[in-house]
Structure formats: structure tokens, C-alpha cells
């Protein structure tokens, strides 16, 4: 239209009359000019007048400086430009796709769309019950103060926000990992800009996958995918460098040429031909520019719990590459979440004749099984709900009651598995002398008192333990083995079972059925707490600084009384001297107590069925757990969890010390066992157990998170040294030695107990000689009950100190174990069944 087509003469830009086109152009090389002194000026002079080109960097002082503020100024502007990018909306739906899965990961675009998602959910992702919680950028926080490589991402969470990529990464979780760690590096960058130059990559590692397989279930279908299993490692090779990224240079002209990858460990590739003297080689390996890689080679094995009955277990290879190394030893049971993938062998064709691949598991995440309960899993809520259980004053009882719930009395072998899993201090003498912290103990009974239940017990307890059996171990079992590494050919050791629980505990059951040759090799690891060896032209000393439970039966099969402790069992006293504690566990005839074993256990039987409903099987509440102890006080234990977390906080922050006014009263203990030692024949005493007291004594201190030792757990060390000693007597000999240190085997003892007990002992005795038809002071069994006069309970507790029985026959503990007092006629009545 031309009539529109009219604009206004005002505000035109219109050549004046008088327009010089030479001082136009002599104003814009001015302007230049001056343009170029300002860029001079902000580069620090370094344009170089005769060339005209800009000097490195590298010729500069303050290089690190200005590559920072540069650095800076990236993130500020990538952090300006954030939100927009997020609101941004996505110019390709990834979700719909034609074709393999890989490939359509491995479009640039459908790159890009996947870091910008797992970065918006590693920044966006809240908890679910604290919306302000940004879950990630504070484990991005703790990773960098660790200074660690490894980001812990859980698949529940990435799912919840992202299912999408939680699918696609169980289904290519090369490509899709490989894309994770781009997008978390540059999360962490903008947090940290510097953190690149403690560490040039920054790992995803996935958690909590949903599906676990077993070892023996693993097939063709697997190939490539992501994959959990679980099992105990067994063999563990050295760390070796891996190639990553090789650089050559020609022989003929020296060009540097690459970088050349080498994915998933193949062998290395050379160039064909040089790109300046087209020649063919000779190519060398550039040491300066080549990037390597940690490797290391571990075996799993299944967990003896998952093999099939009449099947042998099954192993498979786990590659553990970059910061993964030496993280699980031999002997750790873990959970293993990696790509299961092939790897081609020559050798291995040779020997088949037709291709076959051979397979392993390229580990992303390990999780060992005490990791859950180790301090480094401890959060605050628990660290605070340990100091305050540790507040409580009778935190000893609890924990000695929450050992081992499932079994029925043994208060004296409780207490003894409670100091050996919290343990003394270990010390060093003048940098030379290593004294021991573990403490090792030794249960000897009968058949049926729960010997290895105890052991089963602690192997599901410790943070780190491991089990054998006395004819199923040898020597070689037990200390370390010389085989040859199947990646170097060379000869190795390989350790048993003693190192293997290297600060932790071992378990060894039967241990009276060992052969004298294997046992002896555990002496030294019983107390240096080291294994030497010198074998095939190795010639080392092994770690084995572990606590030693063993347990054995007497000769015959049970423990006589009336003979010597030596003729009871199969041990010498070097191997007995190197044992803590000493528990004789005998199967005595006492109706009282074996009514409460048999209602316990009848009781544990119900309540462990699966279909059991306490409202419907038990309305009236008497196979409660509560109503079956053997002891009715208010003492309540403490949860199997937080007993393991109570157990790692107090080994890793409490250290106790002991104080110069309790020795005299040790050395006096001491004196006095020696004395009583030769002329008697039971537990030798030696100088070792002088140390034993002190060890345990710690270990109370310790139960209590307590830096310092106090004299009541000197005592409560004296009463377990004592029960061993005395426990190891004839019984001729044991009432006058009870007698003699009643001092201190009952100073720490609740009085109610003590009396109960000796109550106990008068009744079975009453019941002893009316089956044989003596006379007694009492008139018993009349009407099927016991009756017992109060001045025979009298004149036992003042044995002991005890001249007041009024609050003892209040006590709850009195009534609840049927006895009734008569003051008047100053009787006490047991009632039957």
C-alpha cells in the first residue's frame, strides 16, 4: 500500500551536506585505537607489539589467581541463567523413542535433556517428610568435605522423581552412568568451583536397588544390565594400574598422537599410521600424558545361608575400579550393585575351541553387612539416643540382658560376651612392647547349654566376625595360606581365619577336637595378636588383632566335679593362660530352674511361629517375654540395632583410662590367686591375668562411655576373674574359696539376686536329702511344698554380709519365684507348680 508507505522527516538519519567521508574514517581508527589500549589494559600487557599476539598464561604470575576469578565468573553466570534453563521447556520428549534403547542415549541431544534431568534431581530432590531438606546437595557437601570421589544416590529416590532414568539405567547403565558422573561432576563444581584440582572425576553410585539376584541365577539375560547380588569375598588381588587413555609417540618424528581409550580393561590399540610422517611406527607408550586407572580383582562367593540344599557354592568375579579398591577385605559379607558384562580370553578359546566369554561384575556400589551399623552410618538422633542410654546407671545390666535374649539364664556367660565385644585398650610400651586390648574367652560345659548358640550369637552381632569349627579348620585355616595369584602368577598369601577377623572377633567351636599341631599355631595369635610366617621365600608377619571365643567339651562329654580341672579337659596351660575368661557351664538337676528353662522355651516356640498372633494365641499374656525371664525386675533391654550402634560408637570414641589408686587393690586380688593357685588344681594363674583384669576393667568403662575407670568396674573385672578361677575348682574346694573372696565376687551384685540364689541352693539340697531319707532341720515336702526355716537363710547371708532380710522378703523377686515368708513362725514356703 503506498499510501502507508510515508514516514516523518523527523528523526531520520540524512547525510549533511557537508559529510567528510576521510575524518569519518579517522574518528573510527581512533575509536579502535582506543579500543585496543583498553583490551591492552585488561589483559595485563600481554599483546606482544611486534606479533600482535596474546602471551599464555602460563608466562604470568598470578596465573591461578585469574584462571579462578574466570572460574568464578562461569559459575555466577551459569547460576544467573539457572532458573531460566529450568523453566526451560524440553525441545525433545526422550521419553518417546523408535529403536535400541543405546542408541537413542547416544544422541548429543538426548545426552544433554538426560544431565539436565539428573542434575535438576540431584538439586531439587527434598526428603519426604522434611520438604526443606535438600537431600543431595548436602551429601554433595559432606563428599567434598571427605574429600571423596564417590556420590551415594539412592534408585528409590531417583525413581520417585525420575523413573525415566531409573529405568533406563537398569537397562544401559554403562551409558547412562557414564552421563550421571558429567552431570554431578558439574553440580559439585558449582558448589565447590576448585574442587576440581583435588579431583578430576566425581562418581554416582547407586544404592538400594529393589531386586536382588542370587550368584547361581545369573544367565544371558543379565548381559549388560544392573544387577545386586550378594555373597562373602574370598580372594582379593593386589591393585594394579589399568590403562584408560593412551597417548603414542612416533619413533621416527616424535608426534604425540591420541588420546586412545580403552574401555572396560581390552587391550591397548596403536595407531595405524602417523599423521605427519605417514609412517607405520615404531609407537612408545607417552608416561606423561597416559592416564591410568586403580583395578583391583575380588572373588564373592555365595553366603552359606542361599546355597541350596545338596548344591556347593557358587563364585563370581567382581572388578573393582578408581576409589572402590580396598574397600571390603576376605571375609566381609556385602552387597555388590555393578554392570554384570563379558570379557573376551584367548586362552580360554583355545582350550573350548568356539568362542566363549567369559563374565564378571564391574562393581558401582558396595555395601558391607556391619556398614549399617558402623559410626560412620550414625546419624545424630543416634548418637544422641546413645548418650542417653549411656546416662542410665544400670546401662551394664541392660546390656548384659539384651545379650543373647533367645536364651534362657547364663547371666555369668552374657557378661563375659559383653566385655569381649566392647574389649580393653590397646597400648604400646615405649614403642616396642604391644600389649593386647582383645579379650579372649573360653566356654566349657556340658552338651545342651547353648555353647554355640552363644557363638551363632556373636557372629550375627560383631561388626566383623568369622566362624570355624575345630575339625573343619586346620593350621593353614586358621593362620594364612601360600597360593599363587591368578592375575600375576606369583606366589601370595592368602589369610585364614584369624586374620581375616582382624579387629574383630573369632569364633571357634569345638575346640577340643582340634589337633594339637593347629592348635599350637594359634598361640601366637592369641597373644601378639600377630601370625608370622615364612614360607615359599615369604617371609612376613600377619595382623590377627582379634578377640578369640572358643568353645569345648569336657573329656567324656561332661564335666566332673570331682575331678581336677586339667582331667576334665584336653587343653595344656599355655593355651588356657592365653584365655580372659573361663566359663564352666554344668547341667545341674534344679526343679526351680528347670521349670523356667522348660515354660522359656516352650514359650520362645510359640511366639517364633509365623502365624502366631499374641491377641488370639495368647490373650492372657503368659508367654510374653516379660513373664518368661528369669529375672522379674524392670530392667529393659535394649534393642538388637542400637545394641550393634552402642557397640561401634563406644569402640570408636571411648578410650578409658585407668587411675594409679585401684592398682593396690589388683595386686592384692592378684597375691592372693597366686597363693591360692598352688595348692590348688584348676585355672593356672599367671601374670597374663594381671593384665586380663585390667583389660576387662576397661571394658566396663567402656560399656558405660566412660573415659575413666572407677573402682566399682575394677570389682565387677576382680568377679569375673574370681567366678573363673573358682568355677575351675573341685567342688570340695569352691564353697571355701566363695567364702574366702566373698569380698569381691559379690560386691556389685544385687543383693535380691544373691539371696534368691542362695535360697535356691537351700531348697535343692532339702530336696536332695529327703529323696535319700535323711534327717533335716526343716519339715519339707509336706502337701508337694518346701518349707525351710529363716535362721538357715539367715546364717548363709550373713556369710556374706547380709544381716538384713526384711526388703528381700518384700521384694518382687522373692514372691515372683513362688516363696512366701511366715515371720511368725519364721518359716518360708516354696509352692510347687
Known amino acids: 500500500m503506498p499510501h502507508l508507505d510515508r514516514y516523518e522527516d523527523e528523526g531520520l538519519d540524512q547525510e549533511p ?12 581508527l581512533r575509536a579502535e585505537a582506543a579500543l585496543d589500549d583498553r583490551d591492552e589494559a585488561q589483559r595485563g600487557g600481554r599483546i606482544d607489539p611486534a606479533t600482535g599476539r596474546v602471551r599464555p598464561r602460563a608466562l604470568e604470575v598470578d596465573e591461578d589467581d585469574d584462571v579462578w576469578h574466570r572460574q568464578q565468573r562461569r559459575r555466577r553466570a551459569a547460576d544467573r541463567d539457572e532458573d531460566d534453563e529450568e523453566e526451560e521447556e524440553y525441545e525433545v520428549d526422550i521419553e518417546n523413542y523408535d529403536g535400541p534403547l543405546r542408541e537413542w542415549i547416544n544422541r548429543d541431544r538426548t545426552k544433554l535433556e538426560i544431565r539436565r534431568k539428573f542434575a535438576r534431581f540431584l538439586r531439587k530432590y527434598t526428603a519426604e517428610n522434611d520438604p526443606g531438606n535438600l537431600v543431595y546437595r548436602k551429601r554433595i557437601r559432606d563428599m567434598c568435605v571427605n574429600n571423596r570421589q564417590s556420590l551415594e544416590v539412592s534408585y528409590l529416590h531417583l525413581s520417585r522423581l525420575e523413573p525415566t532414568l531409573a529405568i533406563w539405567v537398569a537397562d544401559a547403565p554403562a551409558e547412562m552412568f557414564e552421563l550421571f558422573h558429567e552431570a554431578a561432576k558439574a553440580e559439585t563444581l558449582k558448589l565447590y568451583p576448585s574442587y576440581e584440582s583435588i579431583h578430576k572425576h566425581v562418581f554416582v553410585r547407586l544404592e538400594d536397588l529393589p531386586i536382588k539376584d542370587q550368584i547361581r541365577d545369573i544367565r544371558q539375560s543379565h548381559l549388560e544390565q544392573l544387577i545386586k547380588v550378594e555373597g562373602v569375598v574370598t580372594k582379593r ?6 590403562l584408560q587413555e593412551a597417548y603414542y609417540t612416533c619413533g621416527r618424528c616424535g608426534f604425540l598422537a591420541g588420546p586412545m581409550m580403552c574401555k572396560n580393561g581390552a587391550e591397548e590399540q596403536k595407531p595405524g599410521s602417523c599423521v605427519e610422517c605417514q609412517s607405520k611406527g615404531p609407537w612408545s607408550v607417552s608416561q606423561e600424558k597416559t592416564i591410568y586407572r586403580n583395578y583391583q580383582r575380588v572373588t564373592l562367593q555365595e553366603s552359606p545361608g542361599n546355597v541350596p540344599a545338596g548344591r556347593l557354592p557358587r563364585s563370581k568375579e567382581v572388578i573393582l575400579l578408581n576409589d572402590l579398591i580396598d574397600q571390603i577385605r576376605p571375609g566381609d559379607e556385602v552387597e555388590v550393585t555393578g554392570v554384570f558384562t563379558t570379557n573376551f580370553e584367548g586362552g580360554l578359546n583355545t582350550r573350548t575351541g568356539f568362542p566363549v566369554f567369559s563374565t564378571h561384575i564391574v562393581a558401582n556400589h558396595l555395601l558391607r553387612k556391619g556398614d549399617r551399623f558402623a559410626t560412620t552410618a550414625l546419624t545424630d538422633e543416634d548418637k544422641e539416643e546413645i548418650r542417653r542410654l549411656s546416662r542410665d546407671p544400670r546401662i551394664c545390666q541392660r546390656i548384659v540382658k539384651s545379650i543373647a535374649p533367645s ?10 560376651i559383653a566385655l569381649a565385644l566392647f574389649g580393653g585398650q590397646e597400648k604400646i610400651v615405649k614403642g616396642k612392647t604391644r600389649l593386647r586390648g582383645d579379650i579372649n574367652m573360653l566356654l566349657l560345659g556340658d552338651p545342651g547349654v547353648a555353647k554355640s548358640q552363644f557363638l551363632k550369637y556373636v557372629e550375627k552381632t560383631a561388626n566383623r566376625a568369622v566362624y570355624a569349627t575345630g575339625k573343619g579348620a586346620s593350621a593353614v585355616g586358621l593362620t594364612a595360606a601360600v597360593q599363587k595369584d591368578p592375575v600375576t602368577r606369583e606366589w601370595v598369601l592368602q589369610g585364614g581365619a584369624l586374620v581375616m577377623a582382624d579387629r574383630g572377633v573369632c569364633l571357634i567351636d569345638e575346640f577340643d577336637k582340634m589337633n594339637d599341631q593347629d592348635r599350637v599355631s594359634i598361640h601366637e595369635a592369641m597373644e601378639q595378636q600377630s601370625i608370622s610366617i615364612s614360607k615359599a621365600g615369604i617371609v612376613t608377619s600377619l595382623q590377627a588383632r582379634c578377640s578369640v571365643i572358643a568353645a569345648a567339651n569336657p573329656v567324656g562329654g561332661r564335666y566332673d566335679s570331682s575331678r581336677t580341672f586339667s582331667d576334665n579337659v584336653e587343653l595344656t596351660d599355655p593355651i588356657l593362660s592365653r584365655f580372659d575368661i573361663l566359663c564352666v557351664v554344668k547341667d545341674t538337676i534344679d526343679p526351680v530352674l ?23 494365641d495368647d490373650p492372657t499374656g503368659l508367654l510374653s517375654v ?4 528369669d529375672t522379674h525386675d524392670d530392667l529393659e533391654p535394649i534393642s538388637q540395632d542400637m545394641l550393634k550402634k552402642y557397640v561401634s560408637y563406644s569402640k570408636r570414641f571411648i578410650k578409658p583410662k585407668l587411675s594409679s589408686g585401684d592398682l593396690p587393690k589388683i595386686s592384692q586380688v592378684y597375691a592372693e ?17 594381671v593384665e586380663s583384669i585390667i583389660r576387662m576393667s576397661e571394658a566396663r568403662a567402656s560399656m558405660r562411655l566412660s573415659e575413666h575407670v572407677d573402682s566399682e568396674d575394677i570389682d565387677a573385672a576382680i568377679a569375673v576373674m574370681l567366678s573363673s578361677f573358682i568355677g575351675t575348682q573341685k567342688l570340695s574346694v569352691q564353697k571355701s574359696l566363695q567364702k574366702k573372696f566373698a569380698r569381691y565376687t559379690h560386691f556389685h551384685r544385687d543383693y535380691d539376686q544373691l539371696l534368691l540364689e542362695i535360697l535356691r541352693g537351700i531348697v535343692r539340697e532339702m530336696n536332695y536329702w529327703d529323696k535319700v531319707g535323711a534327717p533335716g532341720e526343716s519339715v519339707s515336702q509336706r502337701s508337694g511344698r518346701t518349707t525351710v526355716r529363716c535362721r538357715m537363710l539367715e546364717s548363709k547371708a550373713s556369710e556374706y554380709g547380709i544381716n538384713d532380710l526384711a526388703p528381700f522378703y518384700a521384694s518382687t523377686a522373692f514372691a515372683s519365684a ?8 519364721g518359716m518360708i514356703y516354696h509352692e510347687p507348680l
Not at 590367686?673 to 591375668?689: I, K
Request: net charge negative; no cysteine.
Open 17 to 28: 551536506d557537508d559529510y567528510d567521508e576521510e575524518a569519518e574514517l579517522e574518528a573510527r
Open 237 to 242: 588381588t593386589g591393585v594394579f594400574p589399568q
Open 407 to 416: 536364651i534362657h539364664g547364663h547371666d555369668d556367660i552374657k557378661a563375659g
Open 594 to 616: 528347670d521349670e523356667r528353662l522348660a515354660k522359656f522355651v516352650v514359650g520362645s516356640h510359640v511366639r517364633s511361629h509365623k502365624d502366631f498372633d499374641p491377641e488370639t
Open 626 to 629: 516379660t513373664n518368661m525371664s
Open 673 to 689: 590367686l597366686r597363693r591360692e593357685s598352688v595348692t590348688r588344681e584348676g585355672m593356672p594363674v599367671a601374670v597374663r591375668h
Open 818 to 825: 513362688r516363696f512366701t515368708h511366715d515371720p511368725e513362725r
